[in-house]
Nanobody, 119 residues
């Protein structure tokens, strides 16, 4: 059983910053990648940022230069530093882990944390 514990969401004014954290625990032999997705009302879930086991990163065009994803491998924790936030960043943010156990790859999602950008 794998658990993802997310934290750091909230309400912030445009131009502000937030830092999301997601800690993974449970039966994980190795992590292939961890990342963040988001889903705004009436829209599909979309990739925000992902970091692989080799520390490669990939960002949605809409967040490049404003968001930074990082990872603490020892703690199986991924962070998303979000700066210069805009109202269109408002969404539920979901942590995602792609991991390997007993030679099988799995994907697991967190419960989601609300991020609201409003004045």
């Amino acid at each position: 059983q794998v658990q993802l514990v997310e934290s750091g969401g909230g309400l912030v004014q445009p131009g502000g910053s937030l830092r999301l954290s997601c800690a993974a625990s449970g039966s994980i032999f190795s992590v292939n990648a961890m990342g963040w997705y988001r889903q705004a009302p009436g829209k599909e879930r979309e990739l925000v940022a992902v970091v692989t086991s080799g520390s490669s990163t990939n960002y949605a065009d809409s967040v490049k230069g404003r968001f930074t994803i990082s990872r603490d491998n020892a703690k199986n924790t991924v962070y998303l530093q979000m700066n210069s936030l805009k109202p269109e960043d408002t969404a539920v943010y979901y942590c995602n882990i792609n991991y390997r156990n007993h030679n099988v790859n799995y994907v697991h999602w967190g419960q989601g944390t609300q991020v609201t950008i409003s004045s």
